[in-house]
């Protein structure tokens, strides 16, 4: 059984989706709705950067969609590749909404407008350059859970992220994130910081949490035509109003990714295929386990060759 995952922040790079804007004229179209609709030239970020600007999730979340819709369509008009019946549909925070297009619920418009809201929301949440996110590796989510509680008196960190076996993603205020990495060095554990420009899936995003409520009040949400999902409860909507309120939650909740692979395995999946830029998903799934298989679809000569 297949299952379709789609990327979130972290994924982007100057000149993703080149190949496909070079080799197909849709792909152009695509570039060009998005930057109709948007505005503003997202294609020109896009291809031409630079990667700090790129890097703003402003621009980041649309612009990840866009190459994820991008290959989509590619595969739906150039391929037999959607007449697959797949499993579920899920996608890392921003990739739900791709997940949600590429299943029907939402137009490309939609999408894109929604995450034009949501990236300003979440940047404006806490001023540019003010908050971050650190990756803490090799060590179990309920130990660094622990070591956050216990110091959160003094430290304001959250977990923000449960990705894979080994890797976690913890958000907050880079003065707090540099106390904490003093404790980490302290402890000998592993940690990066993330080239992010706020502190997603935390409650410092509570006010892109009030917006993000009012801008999906007035959306229509069809069903989707795959089982999505949820990044919030790590297994599948029930329903569309269950589709918009877990949307709104996802802004200041964990990714609880790990937890949704797993369950999607246990529901059958043996077969991954991550649609859109990197191979980051690609890696989190064979670290939570190793016996799946993983294809990952962000080169033409991806959608060439693709057997499943």
């Given at each position: 059984?297949?299952?379709?995952?789609?990327?979130?922040?972290?994924?982007?790079?100057?000149?993703?989706?080149?190949?496909?804007?070079?080799?197909?004229?849709?792909?152009?179209?695509?570039?060009?709705?998005?930057?109709?609709?948007?505005?503003?030239?997202?294609?020109?970020?896009?291809?031409?950067?630079?990667?700090?600007?790129?890097?703003?999730?402003?621009?980041?979340?649309?612009?990840?969609?866009?190459?994820?819709?991008?290959?989509?369509?590619?595969?739906?008009?150039?391929?037999?590749?959607?007449?697959?019946?797949?499993?579920?549909?899920?996608?890392?925070?921003?990739?739900?909404?791709?997940?949600?297009?590429?299943?029907?619920?939402?137009?490309?418009?939609?999408?894109?407008?929604?995450?034009?809201?949501?990236?300003?929301?979440?940047?404006?949440?806490?001023?540019?350059?003010?908050?971050?996110m650190l990756a803490?590796?090799?060590q179990d989510p309920?130990?660094?859970?622990?070591?956050?509680?216990?110091?959160?008196?003094?430290?304001?960190?959250?977990?923000?992220?449960?990705?894979?076996?080994?890797?976690?993603?913890?958000?907050?205020?880079?003065?707090?994130?540099?106390?904490?990495?003093?404790?980490?060095?302290?402890?000998?554990?592993?940690?990066?910081?993330?080239?992010?420009?706020?502190?997603?899936?935390?409650?410092?995003?509570?006010?892109?949490?009030?917006?993000?409520?009012?801008?999906?009040s007035n959306q229509?949400?069809?069903?989707?035509?795959?089982?999505?999902?949820?990044?919030?409860?790590?297994?599948?909507?029930?329903?569309?109003?269950?589709?918009?309120?877990?949307?709104?939650?996802?802004?200041?909740?964990?990714?609880?990714?790990?937890?949704?692979?797993?369950?999607?395995?246990?529901?059958?999946?043996?077969?991954?295929?991550?649609?859109?830029?990197?191979?980051?998903?690609?890696?989190?799934?064979?670290?939570?386990?190793?016996?799946?298989?993983?294809?990952?679809?962000?080169?033409?000569?991806?959608?060439?060759?693709?057997?499943?």
């Amino acid at each position: 059984m297949i299952s379709l995952v789609f990327p979130g922040q972290g994924s982007q790079k100057v000149g993703m989706g080149l190949e496909f804007y070079n080799k197909y004229e849709l792909a152009k179209q695509i570039f060009r709705d998005a930057d109709q609709i948007l505005g503003y030239r997202i294609s020109d970020i896009i291809l031409n950067g630079p990667q700090d600007k790129l890097n703003e999730t402003t621009f980041t979340q649309p612009a990840i969609y866009l190459i994820g819709h991008v290959i989509c369509e590619i595969l739906k008009n150039e391929t037999s590749f959607f007449e697959n019946k797949f499993s579920f549909f899920a996608g890392h925070s921003l990739g739900e909404y791709t997940a949600l297009t590429a299943s029907n619920s939402i137009s490309f418009e939609q999408g894109l407008l929604l995450l034009k809201n949501r990236g300003e929301s979440m940047q404006s949440a806490v001023p540019l350059g003010e908050g971050g996110m650190l990756a803490v590796l090799g060590q179990d989510p309920e130990e660094i859970n622990k070591l956050i509680k216990s110091n959160f008196d003094n430290i304001k960190c959250f977990l923000a992220n449960d990705n894979s076996i080994g890797q976690l993603i913890l958000s907050g205020k880079n003065s707090e994130l540099e106390k904490f990495e003093k404790i980490l060095k302290e402890k000998k554990i592993k940690n990066i910081k993330l080239p992010v420009s706020a502190p997603f899936h935390c409650e410092l995003m509570g006010k892109a949490t009030i917006t993000m409520r009012k801008v999906l009040s007035n959306q229509e949400i069809k069903e989707p035509k795959y089982k999505i999902v949820s990044n919030v409860t790590a297994t599948e909507y029930s329903n569309t109003s269950e589709i918009k309120e877990l949307l709104i939650k996802q802004i200041e909740s964990p990714v609880r990714w790990r937890e949704s692979v797993q369950y999607m395995i246990s529901k059958g999946t043996s077969n991954f295929i991550e649609i859109g830029p990197g191979k980051v998903l690609s890696g989190l799934i064979k670290r939570i386990n190793k016996d799946v298989k993983v294809l990952n679809l962000d080169k033409v000569e991806d959608i060439q060759d693709i057997k499943i």
